[in-house]
């Protein structure tokens, strides 16, 4: 059997495992899953505590994991945690539980060396050769890279995350007009002062992360989940603008319904469309493409294994 590896993030909104097979110098994704685990349940208040229900939740699904990744032949398994996990005042007792459960207690990943892993993975995957701009939007925060090939030229980990901002202001079903207009002012205030020193010099936007690829799912009405069609899918503009515009004004109960939408992502779709939208309207773009692979992918190539991203990485 060719080497496999296995990588398992802990992320705000979500729980994911990615089994890769060595092939040469390219990792090929053999098995994929995830579970939304809300980690960061409750990241739109003032509190910087886990709550114990979704500690409980998401041990479990890191156990189930690490058991398939060891069923699956992986004999080196990647266990980290990004946003939700590094803010936590009980972060340590987080890992602790996880330990308790796999014997491994998980990384915590800085917003920089996520965004770093994030654009690594992209860029493989796509085979990205001219400048361009990654941005991954997660459940707690969003990470934008510019670089080139395999060199990153910037980075940077903003507060900016589906979970985040539907619980801090998405607080009525459907969202209120002053409601959607304060998230939306905040976002791009974040938004600008980031991206405008980018405009001009990039022509592409790659969209990772559960965001992008369900707006590419729900374009194509997917009924099924399909990475063949998700990887590589391009997103135009003003087809994402009325994407948004319609989901936003639809009670959680109706966007459930909506094919290529996870029915547990209903509620928090809307501020994730959202961070997109302002970012293409900022950058002035046509759209972006999205990339069904992202920091699992790049943790492994980042993890004992033979790559120039590595070179990158501290």
Wanted: aromatic content about 6%; overall charge neutral; hydrophobic content about 45%.
């Amino acid at each position: 059997m060719q080497q496999r590896l296995a990588a398992i993030d802990i992320g705000s909104n979500s729980t994911r495992l990615l089994v890769a097979e060595a092939k040469g110098s390219v990792l090929v994704p053999i098995y994929q899953d995830q579970i939304t685990t809300r980690l960061g349940q409750g990241s739109g208040g003032d509190s910087r505590r886990l709550l114990a229900s979704a500690m409980e939740r998401t041990a479990a699904a890191v156990a189930k994991f690490y058991r398939q990744a060891q069923d699956l032949g992986a004999q080196v398994v990647r266990l980290f945690g990004t946003s939700a996990l590094r803010e936590a005042d009980n972060q340590e007792e987080f890992r602790l539980l996880v330990e308790s459960k796999v014997g491994l207690k998980p990384e915590v990943l800085s917003g920089t060396k996520e965004a770093y892993l994030t654009y690594i993975g992209a860029v493989r995957a796509l085979s990205l050769t001219q400048p361009a701009v990654i941005i991954d939007v997660g459940g707690g925060s969003t990470e934008i890279i510019w670089g080139r090939q395999y060199q990153v030229l910037s980075a940077v980990s903003l507060k900016l995350g589906a979970v985040r901002l539907a619980e801090k202001y998405l607080l009525s079903d459907p969202p209120t007009a002053a409601e959607w207009d304060e998230m939306t002012e905040f976002i791009w205030t974040q938004l600008k002062e980031k991206l405008e020193l980018l405009k001009g010099k990039v022509s592409q936007v790659v969209a990772v992360g559960g965001t992008a690829t369900t707006i590419a799912a729900m374009e194509q009405g997917l009924a099924c989940y399909d990475r063949s069609k998700v990887q590589g899918y391009v997103v135009l503009r003003q087809r994402l603008a009325n994407l948004v515009q319609a989901v936003r004004l639809l009670p959680v109960a109706e966007r459930r319904k909506l094919p290529g939408l996870q029915p547990e992502r209903a509620d928090i779709i809307p501020a994730g469309m959202a961070i997109l939208n302002l970012a293409l309207t900022i950058l002035d773009l046509p759209g972006f493409t999205v990339s069904d692979a992202d920091l699992l992918l790049g943790s492994l190539y980042d993890f004992g294994f033979n790559t120039p991203a590595k070179k990158l990485l501290s």
